[in-house]
């Protein structure tokens, strides 16, 4: 007897791609459960050396490197329950923070479609998906990273307990792999501190499918980087990442800033080992001023970030100047400035940050996060 989820055999496909033929699947297929519960909590990241532009599917076109946050997480269950028949469409609910919220449902089918090759389970269970993030509602604070890494997961988990023999190890690559189908950058929120997705050269193990985490040498100076997020927008962003990635395609410049990307990762991996902040703030900048450079020069040109956040910029390059406290920003597609330092400074960027940076917030709010390991079973 055969069953879909006896990785005996489908191991050889799944390093193949993590595509399971479906002529593997079997009518006979055997699931070791019938229902259950699984719940993950994941976090979101920042990108260091950002990944803007992309090919189908979901391929980036330089290799990038984040940070993986600790504090900004969603949190996510799954409760799953064979279905009877089983049916062309899925059978999917989905709650935010414990209440019904369809209007979500079409995004989990669109994703559940795309990775439907990888998880041959989908139709034969329905899904009750609850889901919650520890940031404030419309904070400016993307949630598809942590929400999307979160999902992933417990998919993975329920595979698991449905009989998948794949080990912990391949269970986070996968995961890792269907997060990317859902958001790009997500698949670097499976685990930490540092981590980069995108193939490369200098890192070993590297791929354009998932995030590997960073295994060189980490300077102690990064352990525990603190990251405060400044919320100086929390409107609807204007334009999407989706539409933004897409005008790199024909964009005059791609080509000179995907080798750049790939330069600076190179370059901060040896700053990451050898702790030379100073290159570690020229980089870091760079790269987030070069994110938004890419955006003001597509066809059509679009501004993301607000007078605030110049304002902000303006007073950290002073504070750095006066002090030589070495705090410097980075900006994902928004108008947010995330404040990146190392922790023996806390106290005095958080005075910095109290008495010259809240007033340029929206709601004077800000998030203080700091360098977090991943995905948690919760
Ligand atoms: O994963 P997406 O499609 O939302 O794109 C994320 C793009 C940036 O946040 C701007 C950069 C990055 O590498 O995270």
Redesign the pocket.
Known sequence: MKSILNIGQSKLIFVQNFILSTSYRSIDSLYKKEQGKVAYAAPS???L????G?RPV?L?ENA?L?FTLSECRTETSITYRKRKDSGSSFLVTFLFEGAPKPSFEPKIHTFFDRIAPYCLFLNDFEFIIDSSNTFPHSSGI?S??SGMSALAMCLVEIEHELGSVLTAEERIEKASFLARLG????C?SIEGPITV?GKHDNIEGSSNEFAVPFKLKVHSIFENYQDTVLLIDKGEKQV???V??NLMHGHPYAKARFEQANSNLEKLSKVIQNGNITQFIEIVESEALT?HAMMMTSLPYFVLMKPNTLEVINCIWNYRKQTGVPVCFT????ANVHLLYPEAHKKEVLTFVETELAEKCQNKQYICDCLGIGAKKM
Do not use: C, E, F, V
């Open positions: 990241n920042i990108a050396i950002k990944y803007w992309k979901q980036p990038s984040s993307a598809s990273a958001s790009g950058s997500a670097r997705w999407s990442s989706t933004g990635h994110l900006l994902d597609a928004g």
